[in-house]
């Protein structure tokens, strides 16, 4: 069955640290990849997405992930996090035509500042 | 721009009553779907629709039910709540094309007591 898979259930890191959140999925062909985050209290916002052409992709906020095809793996980063990034991450992958997206189970981050 | 509006945003239920969530867009996206999110889980996928008059069940359908007679509306019905559906629901659309990100409501808090 097709799955996402992330890596860091909780991250807790302090003010200008730097992030990398993992991402895997399991899907052999073309793939839609999305972040998305959560703030506290709040919906799901979009952080970035690839569809195709450059692997690196950047986002809001100076979020950036790599596709890397041959690791099925689309990894969250950011040089220096803030506390404002306090939130939760979500990575989601919608294989070929398939009408639904499927989503990791997210990643908690605390960031102190 | 509205987008992606739900109401209400908190219900707190007694066991065997019942209720409707709603959710409407206007952005005319074909595909709509309603989440629940559980602390830990992620998201899990309810019901979805491509279009009018057409719906399907996710991963979690037991013990609610949708509708989609038009395209902005996409309401879910709860028969029998039950205190396993304490939750947060979210309600998403899109397009329907390929290459395009959800569109997030701003979730309804239910309480089963």
Redesign the interface.
Known sequence: AQSVSQHN?HVILSEAASLELGCNYSYGGTV?L?WYVQYPG?????LL?Y??GDPLVKGIKGFEAEFIKSKFSFNLRKPSVQWSDTAEY?C?V?PG?N???I????TSLAVNP | NAGVTQTPKFRILKIGQSMTLQCTQDMNHN?M?WYRQDP????K?IY?S?GAGITDK?EVPNGYNVSRSTTEDFPLRLELAAPSQTSVY?C?STP?T??T??F????TRLTVV
């Open positions: 259930h839609n999305f709040q919906h799901l916002q979009l997405k569809f195709s979500f989601a919608n035509n009408r639904k997206l989503w990791g189970l997210g | 595909y779907y830990g889980m992620g998201l996928l979805y491509v996710g979210f998403a329907g390929q290459n990100e959800a997030f409501g701003q979730g």
